[in-house]
């Protein structure tokens, strides 16, 4: 009986998100003329989640707070970074401490950039990391059925960074998450500059870490690379998010989509219309009382410049705004 129970509720757990950030903020201390400090702030009531299985891909624009979030989970801000509200991951709350416990193993991040390799180091040594002496057999015939899998030949692993092709750098970053056999996995930024082949074979190895049950992140700029995997799509707007749709909605005018910013993304491709937002996204330093889009928004209302609207379940999908129904 005990056992059923037990079940029941490690059952329960795998259908609830893995990973769960909650009114997310983050500041950081600057210092001005005359040793004045100021905080800036980058990130606020921001809150998504990951599911097991699932992609969730992070869109919007350069300076949404996008790569601070990644850091922000797996705890690598820079000292003078103030971080404030809710990280749980797999039901329990990520302290500092735990983060550095987990970071690598599981949790795992696929970098954008090849500069994450150490251009002395074997491919194989870095891939497998510092491992325990008794581990390494064991780590080194994972490491050479995970090349395998990606088709990187056996001679790859004792290259050097520099001896490899671009599709090789990608594959060799993401085979770093998979060895460690992470469980959530986040990719800042996989895909810039690639060219249709190694970009859909990123995607499709970061579909695979998924269907192999990982929570997966994929952070980008490229609403239709994001389209081709992700199940859901978040969508960053100056520090906070602003909607979470099901990939399914990005289709024709975006009528399906509920927030006017994502729509306005959306029309913005140039596969659509080809329309550019005006304005800008707000600086760090800009007060704002109301909805943080009201400057952009061509649906706004009075209301919209009093206070924060609050995240409402519409059309399957969530989102902040107080013109949907
Ligand atoms: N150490 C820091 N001190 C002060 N401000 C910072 C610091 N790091 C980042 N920022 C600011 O925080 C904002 C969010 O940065 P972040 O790198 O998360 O953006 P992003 O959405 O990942 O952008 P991109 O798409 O260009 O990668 C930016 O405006 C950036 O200038
Ligand atoms: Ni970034």
């Known amino acids: 009986m005990k056992n059923k129970a037990k079940n029941n509720a490690e059952e329960s757990r795998k259908t609830e998100a893995l990973l769960k950030v909650k009114d997310l903020s983050l500041s950081f201390i600057q210092y ?30 350069s300076g949404s707070g996008k790569s601070l979030l990644a850091h922000a989970i797996l705890g690598i801000l820079p000292p003078n970074a103030i971080l404030n509200g809710k990280i749980e991951y797999n039901g329990m709350q990520l302290t500092q401490e735990k983060k550095e416990e987990i970071r690598g193993k599981e949790i795992a991040l696929v970098p954008q950039s090849v500069t994450y390799l150490d251009p002395l180091m074997r491919v194989s040594d870095q891939v497998i990391g510092c491992v325990e002496e008794e581990k390494a057999g064991l780590m080194k015939k994972l490491q050479r059925e995970i090349f395998q899998r990606y088709g990187l030949k056996p001679d790859v692993e004792r290259m050097f960074p520099h001896e490899l092709s671009g599709g090789m750098t990608r594959r060799v970053l993401v085979s770093t998450a998979v060895i460690g056999s992470a469980k959530l996995v986040i990719a800042d930024e996989p895909t810039p500059g690639l060219d249709e082949k190694t970009l859909n074979e990123t995607l499709y190895y970061l579909k695979d870490m998924a269907n192999k049950g990982c929570a997966v992140i994929v952070i980008t700029h490229d609403i239709e690379a994001a389209l081709k995997i992700s199940d859901k799509i978040a969508v960053f707007y100056a520090g906070t998010v602003l909607e979470v749709a099901n990939a399914a909605d990005f289709k024709n005018d975006g009528e399906n989509l509920r927030h006017p910013y994502t729509r306005a993304l959306w029309n913005a491709l140039p596969q659509n219309k080809f329309q550019a937002i005006e304005g800008h996204q707000p600086m760090q330093d800009e007060v704002i009382d109301g909805c943080i889009f009201y400057d952009r928004c061509s649906k706004k209302n009075e209301l919209c410049s009093k206070g924060i609207p609050q995240f409402q379940n519409v059309n399957g999908g969530i989102v902040r705004c107080n013109n949907v129904s």
């Open 32 to 61: 001005t003329s005359g040793l004045r400090q100021t905080e800036l702030k980058v990130i606020s009531n921001l809150s998504i989640e990951a599911y097991r299985g699932k992609i969730l891909a992070v869109v919007g624009s």
